[in-house]
């Protein structure tokens, strides 16, 4: 491959890089290619993108972008492909449900600006919610006392207005 090629393909990854908030480091070099269509096309509904790259290019992207990512380049080694997304448990969800044999395999993950290396963590990053799901559960829990308050309200002015209709009748 030319110079000139590599130099565009760094760009390429990099760009790509930027455009998502997530990303996962996954060993796909067992699957076959009835089983990778399978993926690329789950992938494509759930809104994540599959990219299989050759390790040195995608470390020298790594290394064109802000932050540092030397945790991650231990894990490039062998057969690499990475999942971007803006969610941060999908590709986790993913890769759990569809390799059910272990493939694909987690090798690591840079998930809410932190790094999960090893498969070890795929259980933890299927749990993490992502920014959306914590301020719906906030919402939800501030919302509680306040229902609970206005269903008390609700509840005795009931009560009170059937004993004073008991009363009015006798």
Known sequence: ????DKGIIIE???SVLKEYTHFYLADTATLNAEKTSELRRVCNKQDIRLMVVKNTLLKKALDSL???????YPSLKGSTSIMFSNTGNAPAKLIKSFGKDGI???????VEENFYVGANYLD????????NE??????????SPAKNV??????GGNIIHGVLKTLGER
């Open 12 to 14: 390429r990854i990099a």
């Open 1 to 4: 491959m030319k110079k000139e």
């Open 124 to 131: 933890a990053l299927v749990n993490i919610k992502s920014k």
């Open 104 to 110: 694909p395999s987690l090798k690591a993950a840079y």
């Open 66 to 72: 802000e932050g540092d990512y030397s945790p991650l």
């Open 134 to 143: 914590l301020i719906a559960d906030i919402v939800a829990l501030l919302q």
């Open 150 to 155: 206005v269903s008390a309200l609700q509840s």
